[in-house]
């Protein structure tokens, strides 16, 4: 089955700065790739995602890459910000229907962003 | 449109009793899943359902664990017999079945 490995565990950086958060994947025919946040006692947040069809998506400050080659996506998140501390987890999928749907997920990077 | 709904928030049990929690997925929704969240772990797949039907429960130990998603009424995940290496979060996530997964708040479980 998928595995998917996520690095690094924590992450801590000053406001302002940028954050990147790296995931990889073993199952060649996964096609989708989302990102998570996810805040102390809530369930996970859609916050990004990107399909095996594109390279790059970009959402304001948030941006993901994919490198379907080498098997691996990133999280950029420019400009932090003291709110977007939390927990974020990279996931992947087949996603073409039927129990291909189901995400796995990597075990999360927790981002502080100090003021 | 409100989102994933789950109840209870959180749920004490001791040891041997049942556990019943329940997802309202998203309005349209049809599609739902289960998935368990140990403490500082990633989400792991548990069961798929589509109204009156599991479509893949591979993620869901065999054994005092089941799951419906009945023509009416929300979807439940239900254990039997609990035991403490139950207690985690639970959260139910629905989709229209064409990708992105919405998060209910989930359901803390905890065991005596």
């Known amino acids: 089955g998928e595995n998917v490995e996520q690095h690094p565990s924590t992450l801590s950086v000053q406001e302002g700065d940028s954050a990147v958060i790296k995931c990889t994947y073993s199952d060649s025919a996964s096609n989708y790739f989302p990102w998570y946040k996810q805040e102390l006692g809530k369930g996970p947040q859609l916050i990004i995602d990107?399909?095996?069809?594109?390279g790059e998506k970009k959402d304001q400050r948030i941006a993901v890459t994919l490198n379907k080659t080498a098997k691996h996506f990133s999280l950029h998140i420019t400009e932090t910000q003291p709110e977007d501390s939390a927990v974020y987890f990279c996931a992947a999928s087949k996603g073409s229907g039927g129990s291909n749907y189901k995400l796995t997920f990597g075990k999360g990077t927790l981002l502080t962003v100090n003021p | 449109n409100a989102g994933v709904m789950q109840n209870p928030r959180h749920l004490v049990r001791r040891r041997g009793q049942e556990a019943r929690l329940r997802c309202s997925p998203m309005?349209?929704?049809?599609?739902v899943y289960w998935y368990r969240q140990l403490p500082e772990e990633g989400l792991k797949f548990m069961v798929y359902?589509?109204?009156?039907?599991?479509?893949?429960e591979s993620g869901m130990p065999k054994e005092r664990f089941s799951a419906e998603f009945p023509k009416e009424g929300p979807s439940i995940l239900r254990i039997q017999q609990v035991v403490r290496g139950d207690s985690a979060a639970y959260f139910c996530?629905?989709?229209?079945?064409?990708?992105?997964?919405?998060f209910g708040p989930g359901t803390r479980l905890t065991v005596l």
């Open positions: 990107i399909r095996s069809n594109v």
């Open positions: 996530a629905s989709s229209l079945g064409q990708g992105a997964e919405y």
């Open positions: 359902l589509q109204k009156e039907n599991i479509i893949d």
């Open positions: 309005k349209g929704h049809s599609h």
